[in-house]
């Protein structure tokens, strides 16, 4: 059993900024590898797409339209990763979703968070 909690979501002006956390946890945690940890955000209607992710070896991937204003990095003591929103926008509005890719043996599963909804106001 693995859970994700996810925190730091909340209300700003344009050219603020947040913090996303989101630690994984659970009694079987100890037996697995992360592959990968990351971010992605939903907004109602749409699709859930990819905003950064950081994979087991330190590289990083963002979206275009966030390159340059997001930091994307990881605790790897404590199972956690973390979303710098810098610069953020109106159109970075969304319900942001933790997303972690475990491995166990050879079998790969991943999880998500809750959601924290992150809104930016004009």
């Known amino acids: 059993q693995v859970q994700l909690v996810e925190s730091g979501g909340g209300l700003v002006q344009t050219g603020g900024s947040l913090r996303l956390s989101c630690a994984a946890s659970?009694?079987?945690?100890?037996?697995?590898?992360?592959?990968?940890m990351g971010w992605h955000r939903q907004t109602p209607g749409k699709q859930r797409d990819m905003v950064a992710t950081?994979?087991?070896?330190?590289?990083?991937n963002y979206a275009n339209s966030v390159k340059g204003r997001f930091t994307i990095s990881r605790d790897t003591s404590q199972n956690t990763v973390y979303l710098q929103m810098n610069n953020l926008k109106p159109e970075d509005t969304a319900v942001y979703y933790c997303?972690?890719?475990?491995?166990?043996?050879?079998?790969?599963?991943?999880?998500w968070g809750q959601g924290t909804q992150v809104t930016v106001s004009s």
């Open positions: 997303n972690v890719v475990f491995v166990e043996g050879d079998i790969g599963f991943d999880r």
């Open positions: 659970g009694s079987s945690i100890s037996t697995l590898r992360i592959a990968s």
């Open positions: 950081i994979y087991n070896g330190g590289g990083t």
